[in-house]
């Protein structure tokens, strides 16, 4: 058995991950996303254990002091990372992980799992990212303007990627995922 791959998607708050993702596992099998943690509050769908392990910054400084924590990140004040034993599990079973990570974090998981594959997932433009962050009506105006300049940012930051995927029309962005995973799963082992 194969020892499972591990995907890392990472693109600016807004631009669809989650959704582009949950559609991905309807058209690709063999694949688990590992459940991040994170400080922040939880919006108003998520689902702890679910969508996030919501836990207290206490408890997040804990899991990273004792290790167990493959990579960490602040992201917007809150504390994002991800559980080192919950990729394991999902790869030791000869499944494909999928982490949903922000962008220093996914460059952190790729200097310690060098054959990890880093997606980009970017909106068409700037503008098109307001549009969305606004329609979702959860932020504050300051706060779409704090997440759009950290977007500006995380967009120069794709160049470390191996895969840019550009969100435009939903069907097409999916299709590209569900490609490259395949394309990643029959890719040859060099020595």
Not at 48 to 61: A, T
Not at 67 to 87: H, I, K, R, S, W
Not at 150 to 165: K, L, R
């Amino acid at each position: 058995m194969r020892a499972g791959k591990v995907f890392v998607f990472s693109g600016p708050s807004g631009v669809g991950k989650d959704t582009l993702l949950d559609l991905l596992a309807e058209q690709v099998d063999g694949f688990e996303k590992c459940v991040t943690a994170t400080t922040r509050a939880p919006r108003s769908q998520e689902v702890n254990q679910k969508d996030y392990h919501f836990v207290s910054r206490e408890q997040f400084l804990e899991w990273e002091c004792a290790g167990l924590m493959l990579e960490t990140a602040t992201y917007n004040d809150q504390l994002y990372g991800t559980p080192l034993f919950a990729v394991r599990q999902v790869t030791d079973r000869g499944l494909d992980v999928i982490l949903k990570i922000e962008v220093q974090g996914a460059l952190k998981v790729k200097s310690i799992i060098s054959d990890a594959l880093l997606v980009f997932i970017q909106p068409p433009s700037i503008e098109s990212l307001r549009q969305r962050l606004s329609d979702r009506n959860t932020e504050s105006l300051d706060e779409i303007e704090r997440r759009i300049s950290i977007a500006a940012i995380e967009m120069q930051e794709s160049v470390h990627y191996d895969y840019v995927v550009t969100n435009d029309e939903l069907s097409r962005a999916v299709d590209d995922l569900r490609c490259i995973i395949v394309a990643e799963r029959l890719r040859q082992v060099r020595a």
